[in-house]
């Protein structure tokens, strides 16, 4: 998922959804696209705390550039993760602090779609994602 071009094609995807039914569906599909992780991968240390379904999460750093491999229990969240991870793989971490990531779902029209609880679990995998 560290394409640019597929970044572009997932906002795009997002941006053209129209009615809620329709941003669902999008996000169904995308979650097709996520890898899922093994059962050793999903151990608690890598679960995200605060999510309403359950999410893992991985981060690695090689040569300075940071890579994510995550999972959730439920289609929806999967399409989510693919969503965010799709703008920050492949990236480093001065380059991820230094993005508005609320600001770049705000543009991906997920917030009008995602109820309260799952909108804390976001922010939860946001600030697992965000280099301290």
């Known amino acids: 998922m560290n394409n640019s071009n597929q970044t572009l094609t997932i906002k795009e995807q997002l941006?053209?959804?129209?009615?809620?039914?329709?941003?669902?569906?999008?996000?169904?599909?995308l979650s097709k696209i996520l890898p899922r992780l093994s059962s050793e991968e999903k151990a608690e240390e890598n679960k995200v705390k605060g999510c309403e379904s359950?999410?893992?999460?991985?981060?690695?750093?090689?040569?300075g550039i940071r890579h994510f491999n995550a999972d959730s229990d439920a289609k929806l969240m999967r399409g989510v993760l693919v969503?965010?991870?799709?703008l920050v793989e492949g990236k480093t971490a001065k380059d991820i602090q230094?993005?508005?990531?609320?600001?770049?779902?705000?543009?991906?029209?997920?917030t009008s779609y995602l109820t309260s609880s799952r909108t804390n679990g976001v922010l939860a995998i946001l600030e697992k994602i965000t280099p301290r």
């Open 15 to 29: 941006q053209a959804c129209r009615s809620k039914e329709e941003t669902f569906k999008t996000l169904v599909t």
């Open 54 to 63: 359950a999410v893992w999460l991985i981060v690695e750093e090689s040569n």
């Open 83 to 86: 969503a965010i991870l799709s």
């Open 98 to 110: 230094q993005m508005n990531l609320k600001s770049e779902l705000a543009e991906l029209n997920l």
